[in-house]
C-alpha cells in the first residue's frame, strides 16, 4: 500500500483528485488544505508520494515540498499548478528537487500514469539503494575473509604452495604418498 498526500488550498481541487483516484485501491490518499497541517503530519507518518500545489496563500508548494524533502528524502515529490512559471518550475526542479510538474486542468489518466511512474521511480530507487547496502555489507565480509586468509599466509606459507602446470591444473606431489 502506498501512502499519498495531496495539498492544494481550495478543497474543489482536493476533491476532484480523490475522484481522480479514487480506483487505486493500494493507495492510501490523504489530503490537506493547509500546508502546515501537511507539513505536520509529515513529521509524523511517512509517505510515498507528494502532490502539492504550488500557489497557495500561507506557503507555497516549493517551500513545503523544500521542506517535505528534509523530512523524508526518500519520498517522490510533485507540484500541481494552473500557471507555467518557468522561474516557479526551476524553481521546484532546482529547491525541492521535485519528480514532475502537473498542469491543471489534467487528464485523470495521465495524472494517475504519472503518480504510477513516480511510484514505480522510488521503488527502484529504494531497490537499488538496498542492493548498495547489500553489495557494501558483502564486500566489508570479504575484506574480513580476506584479512584472515592473509594472516594464515604469513603464519603458514607452505599451506599456500601450489604448484601448477602449464595447463593451469594443479601439479600433486606424488612423493609423499
Sequence with gaps: MYRIMIVDDEKNILSALQRALHHQFDWSIETYSQPAEALKR????????????YRMPEMDGVQLLTEIKQL?????????S?????????????????????????????????????????D?????????DQVREQQQELDKRKQVLNRLKDTHPTLFQ?????????????GNK
Design 72 to 80: 523524508q528524502p526518500e519520498t517522490m515529490r510533485l507540484i500541481l
Design 124 to 132: 527502484i530507487l529504494t531497490e537499488n539503494r538496498r542492493l548498495a
Design 42 to 53: 509529515a513529521q509524523t507518518t511517512a509517505f510515498d508520494l507528494f502532490l502539492s500545489d
Design 162 to 174: 601450489v604448484d601448477w602446470d602449464d595447463d593451469g591444473s594443479v601439479l600433486l606431489d606424488e
Design 82 to 122: 494552473g500557471h507555467t512559471d518557468l522561474t516557479a518550475l526551476t524553481s521546484a526542479i532546482n529547491q525541492a528537487e521535485i519528480y514532475r510538474f502537473i498542469s491543471k486542468p489534467w487528464v485523470d489518466y495521465d495524472l494517475i500514469t504519472t503518480l504510477l511512474q513516480a511510484l514505480v521511480h522510488r
